[in-house]
């Protein structure tokens, strides 16, 4: 799948029959694609960065699973070509995984604003995350939703710097409900570096 794509057109779309046939093939290979951009943070954050393959594998599969055809389509495009890295740019979607309804409500009825927290730092230097602009991810009562969209955007330097194998990459929640930090493997360095053009 071509690195440089920076959006999902029409004719990247596979046939509904074609992509049934090789479905079991090729979720496998985005499992596998994935596992090096996956990043847990605490007990309940999860970041999943995304690309083109990753957006393309989603698109693919909502049309399976729906079946809604070209109007379906239309709207997929919509809502997962923002994701889509633009060279400039980490995209993750986080998701806050708690499988208990009542837990999951009340830790929600905590973190408002958890989105506008998130961050990266790169050999101590702070890159804010960017809450994705189409959705207000935290909702008038304060509550926040379990999932949320966001962007990284980096300077040159910035990028110079991550893909350096020497450099520290740390990513970071710092709300008074949900304070944690973790590394980034020199796995996910090297998957993630690939986004950046």
């Known amino acids: 799948m071509p690195r440089e794509?920076?959006?999902?057109?029409?004719?990247?779309?596979?046939?509904?029959?074609?992509?049934?046939?090789?479905?079991?093939?090729l979720r496998k290979k985005i499992v596998d694609f994935k596992k090096n951009r996956i990043v847990p943070l605490g007990p309940y954050a999860i970041f999943y960065f995304e690309s083109y393959e990753t957006m393309l594998a989603q698109i693919q599969e909502m049309l399976y699973i729906e079946k809604g055809g070209d109007e379906q389509l239309q709207d997929e495009l919509s809502a997962y070509n923002p994701l889509i890295p633009n060279g400039k740019e980490l995209t993750a979607t986080l998701m806050f995984e708690i499988d208990?309804?009542?837990?999951?409500?009340?830790?929600?009825?905590?973190?408002?604003g958890i989105e506008e927290t998130v961050f990266m730092k790169i050999n101590g230097e702070k890159i804010k995350a960017v809450p994705e602009?189409?959705?207000?991810?935290?909702?008038?009562?304060?509550?926040?939703?379990?999932?949320?969209?966001?962007?990284?955007?980096?300077?040159?330097?910035?990028?110079e710097k991550f893909k350096s194998s020497s450099s520290e990459i740390e990513l970071s929640i710092d709300h008074k409900e949900y304070s944690h930090s973790t590394k980034l493997s020199k796995e996910n360095i090297f998957s993630l570096s690939s986004d950046f053009s």
């Open 133 to 159: 602009e189409d959705v207000d991810r935290t909702y008038t009562w304060e509550k926040a939703s379990s999932v949320q969209f966001i962007h990284f955007n980096f300077t040159n330097d910035q990028i």
């Open 5 to 25: 794509k920076k959006i999902i057109q029409k004719e990247d779309i596979m046939p509904l029959d074609v992509y049934t046939e090789k479905r079991i093939e």
């Open 100 to 112: 208990n309804p009542i837990s999951r409500a009340a830790f929600l009825g905590k973190v408002g």
